[in-house]
């Protein structure tokens, strides 16, 4: 059995669980938990970005009654196109705008990508470890991983929210509407 609900409600939800991430890594009582509650943050952040992208630019989409655009974001839907693709593609394809990743929102949000890479695909080496009675051969690096702090968890939530304002402002809403949509969308509260 489907059930539907408002198409935000998905998206306020997991910020939800992104800022529940983010105060656990401030509250931590030591290092460990920050550094596990601020990876979780990391990839909570990427995440709750991409299930707005798709719920928001598909409602988009169907509100601009544009078919070849329903085709088009329809299948890149169903072959599951990467997050990457998608926001070097959509904002161009559906609102006319490149998102610029170089600089302000869009830099700040592929960091937290990259460092959402690098604790998820850690990169091995061919380096061989030898101990007293044993060796462990092809060691991964998981530096980037172990220098997560809760600063971290609180950028990658910053990055999130400052991404999806930045695509809500390509799409030419205004400052007020912008932000009663990032209320609406994000559950952030209006300045």
Wanted: no cysteine; glycine share 4%.
């Amino acid at each position: 059995m489907s059930t539907f609900s408002s198409p935000n409600r998905v998206v306020w939800d997991y910020f939800h669980s992104l800022r529940l991430i983010v105060q656990a890594a401030k509250t931590a009582p030591g290092p460990d938990i920050a550094r596990q509650q601020s990876a979780l943050a990391l990839i909570m952040s990427v995440t709750v970005v991409e299930v707005f992208f798709n719920i928001w630019f598909r409602i988009r989409v169907e509100e601009s009654a544009n078919l070849a655009h329903r085709e088009s974001l329809l299948k890149d839907l169903s072959s599951r196109k990467t997050i990457e693709s998608k926001l070097n593609n959509w904002p161009n394809r559906y609102l006319g705008k490149t998102l610029d990743l170089t600089t302000g929102a869009g830099a700040a949000f592929a960091e937290i990508k990259r460092k959402r890479n690098a604790i998820v695909h850690f990169t091995s080496s061919h380096e061989t470890q030898i101990f007293d009675s044993f060796a462990i051969h092809g060691l991964a690096d998981t530096s980037e991983y172990d220098s997560l702090t809760a600063e971290d968890a609180s950028s990658a939530l910053q990055a999130a929210q400052a991404l999806i304002s930045k695509i809500l402002e390509l799409a030419g809403l205004t400052p007020s509407q912008v932000s009663s949509a990032m209320h609406a969308w994000t559950g952030q509260i209006p300045t």
